[in-house]
C-alpha cells in the first residue's frame, strides 16, 4: 500500500523548510494546521516569532502549550487585527500560517463527502470562501504579506493525488502529528484527544456550549 502521508510529509517539510525568511513571524492558533507546522519548524531548527489571537482559556492553554514543545515564545492578542498591527509594526517582513490548510482537504463539509465529487464541491466552496474573506481583509487593512505553504505547487501536487478518505476530516494532521511530532499530538484538541473518533467539530462545539452554560450557572 502507498503510504500517502509519509509522501505528503516530506514533500511538506521541505516547503516549510524552504518559506522560512528573515524577519518572519509565526501565527500558531489551538489548530492541528500550525501545530503540524510548528513541528516541522522545531525539527529543523527554526524558531520563529509567535503571534496568537485565540479567544478562550483553553484555545491561550493549548497555544502555550504548543509553543512551548516547539521551542518558542508565544505574544498573545485579544483580535487578530490588533495582532497584525502589531506584526507588521514590530519590523516583520511576513507571515507563515497554516492558511488554507483545511480548506484544502475539505473544512467542514468535506468530514461528511460520500464521494470524490462531494469532496471536490467542499475545497472548491472552502477555498473560495477563503479568498473572499483574504481579499476583503487585506482590503480594510495593511498586514504582512502572507506565506501559506500548503499551496505550494509541489505541496498540492502530492495532496491532489491522495484519495480524498485520506484527507478529509483532517486525517492527514492527525496521523502526521502522531508520527512525527507525537508530544504535540498528546496535546489536547478542543477540549479531548485527538484519538477519539468522533469529528473534532463536535469537541469545539460541546467546549464552547460548556463554557458558556459555566458563565451562565
Same mark, same amino acid.
Given at each position: 500500500?502507498?503510504?500517502?502521508?509519509?509522501?505528503?510529509?516530506?514533500?511538506?517539510?521541505?516547503?516549510? *523548510? /524552504?518559506?522560512?525568511?528573515?524577519?518572519?513571524?509565526?501565527?500558531?492558533?489551538?489548530?492541528?494546521?500550525?501545530?503540524?507546522?510548528?513541528?516541522?519548524?522545531? #525539527?529543523?531548527?527554526?524558531?520563529?516569532?509567535?503571534?496568537?489571537?485565540?479567544?478562550?482559556?483553553?484555545?491561550?492553554?493549548?497555544?502555550?502549550?504548543?509553543? /512551548?514543545?516547539?521551542?518558542?515564545?508565544?505574544?498573545?492578542?485579544?483580535?487578530?487585527?490588533?495582532?497584525?498591527?502589531?506584526?507588521?509594526?514590530?519590523?516583520?517582513?511576513?507571515?507563515?500560517?497554516?492558511?488554507?490548510?483545511?480548506?484544502?482537504? %475539505?473544512?467542514?463539509?468535506?468530514?461528511?463527502?460520500?464521494?470524490?465529487?462531494?469532496?471536490?464541491?467542499?475545497?472548491?466552496? %472552502?477555498?473560495?470562501?477563503?479568498?473572499?474573506?483574504?481579499?476583503?481583509?487585506?482590503?480594510?487593512?495593511?498586514?504582512?504579506?502572507?506565506?501559506?505553504?500548503?499551496?505550494?505547487? #509541489?505541496?498540492?501536487?502530492?495532496?491532489?493525488?491522495?484519495?480524498?478518505?485520506?484527507?478529509?476530516?483532517?486525517?492527514?494532521?492527525?496521523?502526521?502529528?502522531?508520527?512525527?511530532?507525537?508530544?504535540?499530538?498528546?496535546?489536547?484538541?478542543?477540549?479531548? *484527544?485527538?484519538?477519539?473518533?468522533?469529528?473534532?467539530?463536535?469537541?469545539?462545539?460541546?467546549?464552547?456550549?460548556?463554557?458558556?452554560?459555566?458563565?451562565?450557572?
Amino acid at each position: 500500500m502507498v503510504d500517502y502521508y509519509k509522501r505528503f510529509f516530506d514533500v511538506f517539510e521541505d516547503v516549510v *523548510c /524552504d518559506s522560512v525568511e528573515s524577519d518572519m513571524a509565526f501565527t500558531l492558533t489551538a489548530g492541528l494546521d500550525t501545530r503540524l507546522i510548528g513541528g516541522i519548524l522545531s #525539527k529543523n531548527g527554526f524558531r520563529l516569532p509567535c503571534f496568537s489571537s485565540v479567544g478562550t482559556f483553553f484555545d491561550d492553554f493549548v497555544v502555550n502549550s504548543v509553543a /512551548d514543545k516547539i521551542g518558542s515564545d508565544v505574544i498573545f492578542f485579544d483580535n487578530k487585527d490588533l495582532m497584525y498591527d502589531s506584526i507588521g509594526c514590530s519590523g516583520f517582513n511576513s507571515v507563515l500560517t497554516g492558511i488554507f490548510f483545511d480548506e484544502i482537504n %475539505g473544512g467542514f463539509s468535506g468530514i461528511f463527502a460520500k464521494n470524490e465529487d462531494r469532496f471536490s464541491d467542499a475545497v472548491c466552496f %472552502g477555498v473560495n470562501s477563503r479568498l473572499k474573506y483574504l481579499a476583503n481583509y487585506y482590503r480594510k487593512r495593511s498586514v504582512p504579506r502572507l506565506v501559506c505553504p500548503v499551496v505550494d505547487e #509541489k505541496v498540492l501536487d502530492c495532496l491532489f493525488s491522495i484519495p480524498f478518505q485520506y484527507r478529509a476530516a483532517k486525517k492527514i494532521q492527525r496521523v502526521l502529528l502522531k508520527r512525527y511530532f507525537p508530544d504535540l499530538y498528546k496535546i489536547p484538541y478542543g477540549n479531548t *484527544c485527538l484519538d477519539l473518533r468522533v469529528p473534532f467539530i463536535v469537541h469545539k462545539a460541546v467546549f464552547y456550549v460548556r463554557e458558556k452554560l459555566e458563565v451562565l450557572l
